[in-house]
């Protein structure tokens, strides 16, 4: 694999014997064919361990049935399935659909509308999406564009009750899965480019009553850091440095959003989530370390308190949100046994974490990367590359990864079977210019102009297996446009993920060999998932339907001409409205 000017890593744990990488049981329990979270399970595997539908019999897979969200706009959500109910999430107007898998055609148990604000649309960043809901103990939950975290009772679809905690008129928007752990509704927003500050709240999953709130910015008592925290590095060590690293009251437009992933380890009864990138995008702006931007925090779940900060990307020059998912593993490290996090960054490295400090044991490119040079593993600091360095009235070229990072909030899947992680990513560059702006409640806070283009080969996307001991890719599958769907990986050591022209494909978990695909209606940018169906049989679902920020393009029918549309992604994506239209169709998959 090409990495710009960044060697591959010497292969160090081949010589290590050492148990099989593996996720902690109290995070991820054995399978039940149900589909509960998005993640599939507290440590993020996204691996099922059905196995009827295997590497042989994969080729064999046809449609058992499909049915139409009624909303063209990008498809994210990751469809749930409890017991013989199917649930799904769709973009705004975040319609939620129960399906009855018990019966011929699963037909409609019912439909819940929530009627959001309509101008929460012309806030949203990147597309109107929603990234599913939660089930946990009767109820589903799930986030409205307009900033409402809302839970039904998942037999009737009746509303039980609606906390609204977004505001539209600052820019403020949710678009992430909730997490539900130890009975708290755990949510964040969106606005990190409308200078909205970041937050995650945890609210009752009886009522609704909001627990606590815990800022990306601002005074550590806003930040929830109290005597508990104990960061690993001393960068990230000191009173107010949410306040400290910023200009004066800059911290109070700086983004942070949270807007993408939560794990949570039972054993040590915490949660990890990242922050979101600084805002405004020009680094000038902004001078200092802005914490607790683009970072990691591990939490206490019932107080919101934290225990440790992990900085990706100090002073991020280009939007390189650090909201990814996590995948909580247990494996062998230079010979000694380690609680492990790992994390496919948007910065473009893989990141492995010890999850009980912070501890960055490794960060390895897993793409071109030229905007840094590594990661110094003494202090935990990016390396950042002086040659990208972004700022007011300066045009940088050929800057990777782009502002979509090396990978998006496009989650990966591991299987403990093969000790590889999927991950579906992109592979694209980027020229930026800095310029000024001024804050004005609920416009665009951004300072920056962005021109995205192909990365090194052409190929816009990539699907790769990453085999993280030897910390070095084992396979990688090129695709046309950016991967920008999530993955799913089964015990059958099949590997389903879809594309942008709107593929559903199935690939070997050893080799990633093609399989299988389908054609759907539209490009797909979902999350696909198992589970066994009320009849004992595996199934296999996706939603189909192009959109988000790669997919802007076709769904908010952008003009190609317009080179800075979507924040500049559309120059890369030009061609995108010739190979598929906006859509929104729910897939079900099963053997002949
Ligand atoms: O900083 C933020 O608040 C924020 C929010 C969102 C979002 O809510 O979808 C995205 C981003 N940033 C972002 O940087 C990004 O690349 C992105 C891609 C997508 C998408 O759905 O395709 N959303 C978002």
């Not at 900085?311 to 995948?327: A, F, K, R, S, V």
Request: glycine share 12%; hydrophobic share 40%; net charge negative.
């Amino acid at each position: 694999m090409l990495l710009l000017g960044v060697p591959l890593p010497a292969v160090a744990s081949e010589t290590l014997p050492g148990p099989a990488i593996s996720p902690p049981t109290a995070a991820a329990p054995p399978e039940d064919g149900q589909w509960t979270m998005p993640a599939k399970n507290y440590a993020s595997t996204r691996y099922s361990e059905l196995a009827e539908i295997n590497e042989d019999n994969v080729k064999n897979l046809e449609v058992a049935f499909t049915f139409s969200t009624g909303v063209n706009k990008g498809q994210e959500a990751a469809p749930l399935v409890v017991g013989s109910t199917m649930y799904i999430v769709t973009p705004f107007p975040n319609f939620v659909y129960a399906l009855d898998l018990a019966k011929p055609g699963a037909p409609m148990k019912w439909k819940y509308e929530p009627t959001p604000d309509l101008a929460a649309q012309g806030v949203a960043c990147c597309d109107v999406v929603n990234r599913g809901a939660a089930f946990s103990d009767g109820r589903l939950f799930f986030n409205t564009l307009d900033g409402h975290t809302i839970a039904l009772d998942a037999n009737t679809g009746k509303p039980i009750w609606n906390a609204h905690l977004g505001n539209i008129n600052i820019g403020e928007t949710i678009t992430m899965a909730p997490l539900v752990v130890k009975g708290k509704v755990l949510v964040g927003n969106s606005g990190g480019e409308m200078g909205v500050r970041g937050w995650v709240k945890a609210l009752d999953a009886g009522d609704g009553h909001l627990i606590w709130t815990a800022f990306a910015t601002g005074p550590d008592e806003d930040v929830l850091i109290g005597s508990d925290f104990k960061p690993y590095y001393d960068g990230d060590k000191g009173k107010d440095l949410g306040v400290t690293t910023w200009p004066p009251d800059a911290w109070k437009i700086g983004g942070g959003n949270m807007w993408g992933w939560i794990s949570y380890d039972p054993d040590l009864d915490l949660i990890f989530h990242g922050t979101g990138n600084p805002g405004p995008w020009n680094p000038d702006l902004r001078p200092g370390d802005n914490k607790w931007t683009a970072g990691i925090f591990a939490r206490d779940p019932d107080t919101g308190a934290a225990k440790w900060f992990y900085q990706w990307t100090p002073h991020d020059l280009h939007d390189y949100d650090g909201i990814n998912e996590q995948i909580l593993l247990d494996m062998n490290w230079r010979g000694k046994p380690r609680k492990v996090l790992v994390r496919p960054e948007r910065n473009g490295y893989i990141y492995i974490l010890d999850r009980t400090t912070g501890e960055v044991l490794s960060a390895t490119p897993y793409g071109p990367v030229n905007s840094s040079r590594g990661v110094d593993l003494k202090t935990g600091r990016l390396i950042v590359n002086p040659d990208k360095q972004t700022g007011t009235g300066k045009v940088v070229r050929n800057i990777c990864p782009t502002a979509s990072g090396l990978k998006d909030w496009q989650p990966s899947a591991f299987s403990p079977k093969t000790g590889l992680l999927y991950i579906p990513h992109n592979n694209l560059c980027m020229d930026e210019e800095g310029v000024e702006v001024n804050y004005i409640a609920g416009t665009p806070y951004v300072g920056m102009n962005v021109r995205m283009v192909p990365g090194p080969g052409g190929n816009r996307g990539a699907f790769t297996a990453w085999d993280i001991a030897a910390e070095r890719p084992a396979w990688s599958i090129k695709e046309n446009f950016p991967v920008w769907s999530g993955a799913v990986v089964t015990a059958g050591n099949v590997v389903f993920y879809g594309t942008m022209e709107g593929w559903f494909k199935a690939v070997s978990a050893k080799t990633g060999a093609l399989l299988w695909q389908f054609k759907t209606s539209s490009g797909i940018i979902g999350q696909p998932i198992t589970y066994r169906g009320p009849d004992g049989h595996q199934y296999v679902a996706i939603l189909s339907g192009v959109g988000g920020w790669a997919g802007a393009i076709a769904s908010g029918d952008l003009d190609p001409r317009d080179a800075t549309a979507a924040l500049g992604f559309a120059n890369a994506m030009k061609d995108l409205k010739t190979a598929t239209t906006a859509g929104g169709t729910l897939y079900v998959f099963r053997l002949r």
